[in-house]
């Protein structure tokens, strides 16, 4: 007999469903409770906290709660993208993992009907020696899947630490384009209509992957979890994808579901909840690939490349020779019918009926927890250094975080599909779309450093990181994806910081006035008790005005003067990588967010007029601060050999070139338009200071009481091969 | 105009393009399952009859896994995908690409997980005897050298002709506008279409 332990249930739950059902649910049905009911399904533990998130905006089509949020790009163009994880899966099988969790990001876009177009990946790996063996599989498994279906990985974001080690983060964003007014989802399904299951048989892989694999911490026992891993298709999910896609085209189908955790039991009831209908499946209809299949088994299964369709009658026959055209399998497994509830038959047989308004609606979330905001003080005050030291410079720039990608990135197709502009060789992604139209930026910041110790003031730079990407190139944001990775939600401190994370990043969408359309949270990374640090992968796309002439990243000639935008007023090396070199530990530091506003606003509007004011190249300040940021601009495509003198104030101090405060930029600009320059601050009330200019010296000098020299080779050097920790 | 998979004979056209992409997912070999299409009988027999047929990336896996250019197209050295800008030469001139002259340098993408062009022993000689040799991996300036090796292909050997056959790995389609990085590709191809290099995309 299944107990609700079985199925991953608390006591406290099993008596929910016993109230509201007035009855006990038998063992289907106790399984379905159990998917649906778990964490990863019912997001019960963060859903009130993501609440709070601001969803509105005036460019938002879709908000939270389809498979994929939409926004809209221009008056042809919707633009849907979410961030989805695969932690847990690739820690236990890094390729297949990893690329199941492309694949499942990619059926969420396709369910909205839009093509997908792009893929970013937001990786956190370990230090141990296993640690390279996981970044491996990894990426050869989201490049094996989503470059094969013809998608291209256009940006990301890589970071190491020890809490890592048995907790990998695999944060996917995927993002797709699909005309304006086209209305695809799950709410659409009308009784009368057939559901219909297409692309691969269902298998026993991946049974309980839902509420066991993802929803609890790793412990001894994980081992033997190997069988829930699912393994990916490709080529059958190119097939599932272009035939929903010529389905949706057409407008043949009502309401669309793709197959993700906890399979057909999840894709059914939420359907039938999204659409306020109630639904009948008949499980002896599936498609199986084995024998014998229990109907408990069929309806928990999670084998990739399925989607479920919902089609009117009359649609029926030009559904069915699209399907046959692209030889993809197909059953009609069920009906659409008035009422609320999910009946699951086996031939004329009723194996389970339950109210999906209790069994999607009814899951008891876990109320907010207020008072015990984490780090809203500063606790553990700046970081204080010596004088710097020319060392710091190579550890910092050949530092795990901030060192070269080209290792990864090139082991990716990032131009299959002919639109990127720019790809990962950049900060952000420029994507064209076609003539005439504008383009698509994208950018993805997980500065997970920061939110350990004030998750709150973390999550407001992991929104502020991304955001000033997207600004160098004048783009305007339009919508924002959250995936949200943390610890044990049970255990308070796990939640708190969770919490904490959660409402810093809404504070600062609500700031910048870009809506979080949606995302993912990926609770219980935690092994043996030690949790990973609270991480914030945030996503952002925004309406690039001119995709054929991105904002350079690069001064183009010596002479061009260093301008940094926004500088702060009191610069801190809290959570940035120097002070994880020094063994410093310190809270990030809290950010002045109106500022970063009004500089944003700047960009959006002096960027498009770059060359009337003589803007060169502008970068954002990222992991490593002032000096990586300026380092990567005299690095990155520099066959003339450039170098950079910065002056600075008395005493070359560490924390103005070191620190990682967000919402500050590198601007490069032609000295002949000094006027400008010199007085945009009384103009245009924003902060710019003049640091120094652009030489034809290949070495990064700093002077400032005395004079610190790096030579770009020695630069090129700690970037390309890292290995400098030991230099002191 | 696309043409589908199970075609066993051609419409009527002037030449036929194979392009990249990942055909089958890449499962068994790189283009092996689709060397064996039904609409391949079609287009061997269309090649023996003289129409030229281009194959760019999986194209030219798949006219390799045909027996329709020789050589085989075996996974990098590294085991790993290579996604990267790459200049090429033009080994030797083909009177299919017109303007298209030998010692030109092309910056071309290349993207592929098998890409390591080689033969058998004894045929590389017989290969540049007969001027099958099209395209090879090269620096800027257009020398051929290992480091300008991607691969490991022998004799940095990026693409191979068979009288009116023709394959290459880098991808001319992904290099049509200076905002993708080059238009050298809009060249390459307008050459093979005999358009000179007046096209304008």
Redesign the interface.
Known sequence: MLTYQDVGLSAYEEQEIMRLLGRRPNELELGLFGALWSEHCSYKSSKNLLAQLPHQGRFVVQGPGGNAGVVQLSADWDVAFKIESHNHPSFVEPLQGAATGVGGILRDIVAMGARPIAIADILKFGTNEKAPALLHGVVEGIGAYGNAIGIPNVTGSLGFSAVYDANPLVNVLAVGIRRHGLHVGADGARPGSVLILIGQGTGRDGIHGASLLASHDFGAETEEMRPTVQVGDPFMGKLLMEATLAIVDKGLSDAVQDLGAAGLTSSTAELAYASSVGLEIDVSQVICREANMSPYEVMLSETQERMLLSVPKHNLAAVLEILAWYELPYAQIGQVMAGDFLRVVAGDQVLAELPTSVLVGGCPRVPVKHGKRMGSIDQSGAVETGNLELAWGYQVLGHADCRDRASVYQRYDSMIGIRTVWGPEHDVAVMHLENGSPGICIAVAAPARWAEIDSYSGGIGAVAAALSLVATQGAVPLGLTDGINAGNPEKPEAYDKMAALIQGIGKAAEIFEVPVTGGNVSLHNETEGRAIWPTAAIGVVARHPSPEHPMADTPPYAGARVLILNPPTKPDLGGSVLAEILGRSASYPTLDVDAIQHSVHFLAEIVPQAEHVGLLACRAVGVGGLFVTVAKSLIDKNPMALGAHLNLAQDVDARFVFNEMAGQWVLFVDPKISPFWDHVSETHGVSVIDIGSVTDSPELVLTGGRTLTWPLIDLKRAYRKGGVRDVR | MVLDYRLRSLPVLDRVILP???S????LRSGALAAAAPIMDAVEKAAADGMPVLGICNGFQILCERGLLPGALLPNPGG?????WQTVRVASESPLFTGLDQGRVLRL?I?HHEGSYRVTQGQLAELFERGQVFLQYSDPEGQLHGLANPNGSVANIAGVKNHNVVGLMP?P??A??P??GSRDGADFLASWLGMGETVVC
């Not at chain 2, 089958?24 to 499962?27: L, N, P, T």
């Open positions: 990249g992409g990942f089958y997912g890449d499962y790993e995908f290579i996604c990267q993408p993207a991808h389609e992904r049509m506008a905002y993708l």
